[in-house]
């Protein structure tokens, strides 16, 4: 299966979010390093845009000899699609470079439904509804339903992918896997702020 890490760097709220440094690695390295540890994952590649903003991202991964791809800063779909037809992967995990303490056992179970069902889902998702806390998301999409669909995607939806699928929920195989009723605390890294609070509440874990 292939790992799709969404990243850039111009975050309104928090500015090169990726590349802030917690005990001199960036935070990037941490969302890649816990994706890594799932052993159903074949090959991760950090998908950022052609943009000069993100140069600098680029420069470690290619330092850190970490495969990306660049494509377009605002249409993050087309993005995610064009680096799975470059991979030639029909399905692709898709996780979000705010996601610092992603856990690779939530990876893991979407990848068994996916590979143990015989209906074959356009989208499998821990999201819809959400009962994990963000920065827990999971998804794996068909790359097939995703390219015939992204012409109909507004400009939110190019920007936040999945969101066509689930407000046209009735039209497309959705399969979503919960923990029951829980929702936690936010684990994202949206802010400053956030990424204090999970460094504190996380410290012994965090550190991989």
């Known amino acids: 299966m292939l790992a799709i890490i969404q990243a850039r760097s111009n975050s309104k709220r928090f500015k090169k979010k990726v590349l802030y440094p917690i005990q001199k690695k960036p935070l990037i390295e941490y969302v890649y390093k816990r994706v890594s540890k799932s052993n159903k994952i ?29 494509g377009s800063l605002n249409n993050v779909a087309l993005r995610l699609l064009e680096t799975a037809i470059k991979y030639r992967s029909k399905y692709f995990v898709r996780i979000s470079a705010d996601s610092p303490v992603i856990d690779y056992k939530i990876i893991n179970k979407a990848i068994d439904i996916q590979q143990s069902i015989k ?7 821990n999201t819809f509804p959400r ?21 109909y995607f507004t400009k939110t939806q190019k920007e936040h992918v999945t969101l066509y699928f689930y407000v046209n929920s009735k039209n497309f195989m959705i399969k979503n896997f919960s923990q029951g009723k829980k929702k936690l ?16 509440k996380y410290k012994k874990s965090f550190y991989i």
């Open 185 to 200: 605390e936010n684990q994202a890294v949206d802010t400053k702020m956030d990424l204090k609070r999970i460094l504190k």
């Open 131 to 151: 009962s994990f806390p963000k920065g827990q998301s999971v998804e794996i999409i068909k790359t097939n339903t995703l390219k015939k669909n992204i012409r």
């Open 119 to 125: 209906k074959k889902f356009d989208l499998i998702t």
């Open 42 to 70: 074949k090959k991760i590649i950090v998908s950022t845009s052609k943009n000069k903003s993100d140069n600098d991202l680029v420069n470690f991964l290619k330092k850190k000899k970490i495969s990306y791809y660049r």
